[in-house]
């Protein structure tokens, strides 16, 4: 049967295990949602606008089956848009959308039929029907969430967080920006912390402002997107001679600066039991024609060379054990995951995070949770996230948590794990390893 209960679950085991976890509250540490669509209790037009107004997997994936652009960002209606989307689901066996696709689609419509050309318009004018009565909240109450962290910069206001209908929705401080080192970024920041940034004591009085701003609007967690991790860090005088003449640095000179501040904001984070999120190993906007038209978070990202195992070991030597942060670990490039998960065990307060982006498959996951068991600790990952702009994504939790009960449910089944431990593993995975790290 398609799509049917045991979706990905092939043990009895598993399937015990899922019926345990599956109901669960959902706490989603990282994502870019709209926390202003949240606070206002949005609607949606149609599912059109509820899958594609901003979700560049779907986008990416309409472009490699050779969609007209007009029908993916253009002008098309969002009627047109999701009649062509449907028509490439077919081409996608395998890939997380086509899963994602049809666990929504079940999950929040009630729809179990498979969405293709033949399907579409009837399914869109089913789902539209269901969707006149929700709302942001009602969907994601019937997903069960509990706790949001969106993805902010040091200099947005916050002024739209805040616990919504029992959903706490808060900020997570990602200072990407702030490492352009850009005279009117750094005029901004200096404005909304209250301090005229000259010098690099001035940067660090502004940003230390803003992370006590931030946490007092409920954050728990920052956040670093980056390709890989400095290959060099200034020392403290040397850092201030670099900011001092941050419009002529070398490229060499600002990842030195860049590591100096990547080491401070970590001390920081630690000293307010904020949770750090290191995503490395990605390359964006490499289609600049593409980025020109369509601008940043587009769908022309990609994976990039396997993190330097010697860089991320330079970073984390630099932050003595009882001053590092809670620390998670994401690679896009997996191919030597082995020896991120080894890191995890050679530093406190360090850990694995989940299949991240373009890993976030069947076998992506598959591959994570078992390497993690094997080179680190699985018992204390902290399950899925779902680093998603649309607020229909939640669907990926029920289809993390279907993988990870089945990969259980095998190993007890072949003798290979304590049956008695495993519903404790598997909702400490999918809950409360998450909830103690927020709480």
């Given at each position: 049967m398609f799509f049917d209960k045991d979706l990905l679950i092939y043990n009895e085991t598993g399937k015990k295990l899922y019926e345990k976890v599956k109901d669960l509250p959902i706490i989603d540490y990282h994502c870019h949602l709209d926390?202003?669509?949240?606070?206002?209790?949005?609607?949606?037009?149609?599912?059109?606008?509820?899958?594609?107004?901003?979700?560049?997997?779907?986008?990416?994936?309409?472009?490699?089956?050779?969609?007209?652009?007009?029908?993916?960002?253009?002008?098309?209606?969002?009627?047109?848009?999701?009649?062509?989307?449907?028509?490439?689901?077919?081409?996608?066996?395998?890939?997380?959308?086509?899963?994602?696709?049809?666990?929504?689609?079940?999950?929040?419509?009630?729809?179990?039929?498979?969405?293709?050309?033949?399907?579409?318009?009837?399914?869109?004018?089913?789902?539209?029907?269901?969707?006149k009565g929700m709302t942001v909240r009602s969907m994601l109450r019937d997903f069960g969430v509990s706790f949001i962290a969106t993805t902010d910069d040091p200099v947005d206001d916050l002024l739209h967080h805040g616990v919504y209908d029992g959903i706490n929705?808060?900020?997570?401080?990602?200072?990407?920006?702030?490492?352009?080192?850009?005279?009117?970024?750094?005029?901004?920041?200096?404005?909304?912390?209250?301090?005229?940034?000259?010098?690099?004591?001035?940067?660090?009085?502004?940003?230390?402002?803003?992370?006590?701003?931030?946490?007092?609007?409920?954050?728990?967690?920052?956040?670093?997107?980056?390709?890989?991790?400095?290959?060099?860090?200034?020392?403290?005088?040397?850092?201030?001679?670099?900011?001092?003449?941050?419009?002529?640095?070398t490229v060499e000179e600002r990842e030195a600066l860049k590591g100096y501040l990547l080491i401070w904001l970590s001390k920081e984070y630690a000293k307010r039991g904020i949770t750090v999120q290191l995503h490395i190993a990605v390359t964006r906007n490499v289609n600049p024609d593409a980025f020109a038209l369509c601008g940043a978070d587009s769908g022309f990202d990609v994976i990039s060379e396997a993190p330097s195992v010697h860089n991320v070991l330079n970073f984390f030597s630099r932050i003595s054990d009882s001053e590092r942060p809670s620390t998670v670990l994401y690679t896009l490039n997996d191919s030597n995951l082995a020896s991120m998960a080894c890191i995890s065990g050679a530093y406190r307060?360090?850990?694995?995070?989940?299949?991240?982006?373009?890993?976030?498959?069947?076998?992506?996951?598959?591959?994570?949770?078992?390497?993690?068991?094997?080179?680190?600790?699985?018992g204390n990952n902290l399950g899925m996230l779902t680093d998603s702009r649309s607020f229909s994504s939640y669907g990926r939790f029920d289809f993390f948590r279907r993988i990870l009960c089945n990969y259980v449910g095998d190993l007890v089944e072949k003798g290979e794990y304590d049956a008695g431990s495993a519903e404790a593993l598997v909702e400490n995975i999918c809950y409360n390893n998450a909830k103690r790290m927020v709480e």
């Open positions: 926390q202003k669509m949240i606070e206002a209790d949005s609607t949606f037009s149609d599912i059109g606008e509820l899958w594609l107004a901003g979700d560049h997997y779907k986008w990416r994936a309409m472009r490699l089956n050779g969609v007209d652009e007009y029908y993916i960002t253009g002008g098309a209606s969002y009627r047109e848009k999701f009649i062509k989307y449907a028509e490439i689901v077919p081409n996608l066996i395998g890939n997380a959308l086509y899963y994602w696709t049809h666990i929504e689609l079940k999950q929040i419509f009630g729809i179990d039929k498979p969405l293709n050309g033949d399907t579409a318009a009837e399914i869109y004018d089913a789902a539209n029907e269901k969707l929705v808060t900020p997570t401080f990602r200072p990407d920006k702030l490492f352009m080192f850009e005279e009117s970024y750094l005029e901004k920041l200096g404005e909304v912390s209250g301090v005229k940034i000259d010098t690099l004591d001035d940067l660090l009085t502004a940003l230390s402002a803003r992370l006590d701003y931030f946490v007092s609007k409920g954050c728990r967690m920052a956040d670093h997107g980056m390709d890989t991790f400095p290959a060099d860090y200034a020392r403290e005088g040397e850092a201030r001679e670099l900011f001092a003449k941050r419009l002529t640095l307060n360090v850990r694995m995070g989940a299949a991240w982006w373009f890993n976030d498959t069947v076998e992506g996951i598959r591959r994570n949770l078992k390497i993690i068991s094997e080179y680190s600790s699985l």
